[in-house]
Every structure is written in C-alpha cells, then in structure tokens.
T-cell receptor, first 112, second 118 residues
Framework: QKEVEQNSGPLSVPEGAIASLNCTYSDRGSQSFFWYRQYSGKSPELIMF????GDKEDGRFTAQLNKASQYVSLLIRDSQPSDSATYLCAVIGSGGYQKVTFGTGTKLQVIP | GAVVSQHPSRVICKSGTSVKIECRSL??????MFWYRQFPKKSLMLMAT?????????EQGVEKDKFLINHASLTLSTLTVTSAHPEDSSFYIC??????????????FGNGTRLTVT
C-alpha cells in the first residue's frame, strides 16, 4: 500500500468550475499536510498547508482535512486555465524523522 | 516567504565527469535540507537528507558514494553527482525548512537542476 495516494488523472474541468483533488494517506499519526502545484518542467510550489481537521481557505483554494478518514482534499474554485498543472499532496508522518512523503500527483486540466 | 536558490538550473555533462549542484536558503537558516530526484511524469523521490555539520542520511537504494552531499553551513548544501552516467540524467530538486527543520513547517523548493549526461 502506498503511503500517500492520489488519482493520477488527468482531471478535466471547464473554466470557472470547481476542481476537487483528493488524497489519502496510510499513517494514521500524520499531523501535517501540504498541497503543492507543479508545472511541467518546474519544481513544486507550496499552495496550502493544513494541520487541523476541517476546512482552510485561502483565496480560491480550500484545503479539507479529515484525520478519521485519513483524507485530505484541495478545492479550487473558479478554475482558470493557468491552474492547469500537477498537484502534489505531501504528508509529514508520525515518526520523529519528519520525513515528507509525496503522492504521485494529480494532473489537472482546465478547459477554456 | 522563504526562498531556496538552486544552481545551476540546467547542466549538460559528459559521461564519467562529476557535477556539483548548490542549494542555498536565502532568507532563513536551514539545519536540514532535502534532495529529491524526479523522472519525467513521475513523483518526487527523496534521495537523502542533508544535515548541517554531520553526515547525510540516504534513502534506501541511493548510492552515497555516487551522490555526495555536503552541508557545510546553515544556508548551503551541495550535491555532487560523481562519475555521471546517462542514467543519472534527471531533474534534481533541493528543499529546506525554516529553522531546525522540526515541527510542521512546510518544505520550500529550489527551482531544480535538469542534468543531462551525454
């Protein structure tokens, strides 16, 4: 079982729609969760981080965390073609090593 | 926000030569830095954790004698790919956390180095 799982996609949404990206993780003791956006040929850039159950909003982005279900998601409202990228879910596990584990990423395509 | 600078952004070298990649934290000190490798259309693979003033911690399957890591100061870590071969061609990305690298602070990534070995 992979430690952090994401659907590879591509997820296609029309411009202006809500894109919903999902991620599950296996380490129940994980406390820190991050979403990164990676454009082709570029390195990842941090979009959001969330530590507590519930929702966290930042502009058009909302991160949702449900630790009981070991599930974290990212919602992108009013999707724009410039949002087209691969979105990586990252989790810091419960070990003292603070190792960050990445999912394989979900490719998002926003259709104009 | 925290800035991580990586240099060079792109390098082409001949097989058998060595290549050094630098990673600097520009506006914060980083006791710990991380080196990742990414193949096309694949996710990030952690290669090693670079610890200031001590030996790096390598992930399973990563040859420490081939990928030399030095973290001589709180703002600089280097990765040297020794005796490079075409299969070492990849996208190498460094990252760092602010402070002691503990706790929940997110990783900040450098812009990456695309290595091509001919």
């Amino acid at each position: 079982q992979k430690e952090v799982e994401q659907n590879s996609g591509p997820l296609s949404v029309p411009e202006g729609a809500i894109a919903s990206l999902n991620c599950t993780y296996s380490d129940r003791g994980s406390q820190s969760f991050f979403w990164y956006r990676q454009y082709s040929g570029k390195s990842p850039e941090l979009i959001m981080f969330i530590y507590s159950n519930g929702d966290k909003e930042d502009g058009r982005f909302t991160a949702q965390l449900n630790k009981a279900s070991q599930y974290v998601s990212l919602l992108i409202r009013d999707s724009q073609p410039s949002d087209s990228a691969t979105y990586l879910c990252a989790v810091i596990g419960s070990g003292g090593y603070q190792k960050v584990t990445f999912g394989t990423g979900t490719k998002l395509q926003v259709i104009p | 926000g925290a800035v991580v600078s990586q240099h060079p952004s792109r390098v082409i070298c001949k097989s058998g030569t060595s290549v050094k990649i630098e990673c600097r934290s520009l506006d914060f000190q980083a006791t710990t830095m991380f080196w990742y490798r990414q193949f096309p259309k694949k996710s990030l693979m952690l290669m090693a954790t670079s610890n200031e003033g001590s030996k790096a911690t390598y992930e399973q399957g990563v040859e420490k004698d081939k990928f030399l890591i030095n973290h001589a100061s709180l703002t600089l870590s280097t990765l040297t790919v020794t005796s490079a071969h075409p299969e070492d061609s990849s996208f190498y990305i460094c990252s760092a956390r602010e402070g002691a690298g503990t706790g929940d602070s997110p990783l900040h990534f450098g812009n990456g180095t695309r290595l091509t070995v001919t």
